[in-house]
């Protein structure tokens, strides 16, 4: 695996954890974010659409073809903290989601500082 796969495939355990935690204890992980829902039907349909998720981030990470999904995943998570914040200045969602969307930060930056250190050594021309 290139680094940027590993930093893929290893972020699929994070999404993975999530959906778990989401199709089989929806009304713990909501109540986290003070979220509380009626019926749990969507939560965990939404963590059953995660689990599928992390299978992708398993068999993307482990193949260096995929760079193009690893540039994009770069974009789309780092977004998550922006349109978090932004729902959370406009009074949508509690502050404590943001921590939630930290991870997906922080595995975003961990991608990009990847993918750099894997063109620098070639590793991207190797797939």
């Known amino acids: ?3 940027a796969g590993k930093s893929i495939f290893y972020f699929g355990f994070w999404v993975l954890a999530c959906g778990i935690g989401l199709m089989f204890f929806p009304q713990f992980c909501l109540g986290i974010a003070d979220i509380r829902l009626n019926d749990y039907l969507l939560a965990r ?19 260096p073809a995929f760079r193009p999904l690893y540039v994009a995943t770069v974009f789309t998570r780092s977004s998550a903290l ?13 502050p404590i989601v943001i921590g939630f969307t930290v991870v997906d930060a922080l595995g975003a930056l961990w991608t990009a500082l990847a993918l750099r250190a894997d063109g620098k050594t070639g590793a991207a021309k190797l797939a």
């Open 82 to 94: 922006l349109i978090m914040a932004i729902f959370v200045l406009l009074g949508m969602a509690k």
């Open 45 to 63: 349909l939404f963590g059953m659409i995660l689990i599928y998720l992390a299978i992708y981030y398993f068999v993307a990470g482990r193949r």
């Open 1 to 3: 695996m290139t680094r």
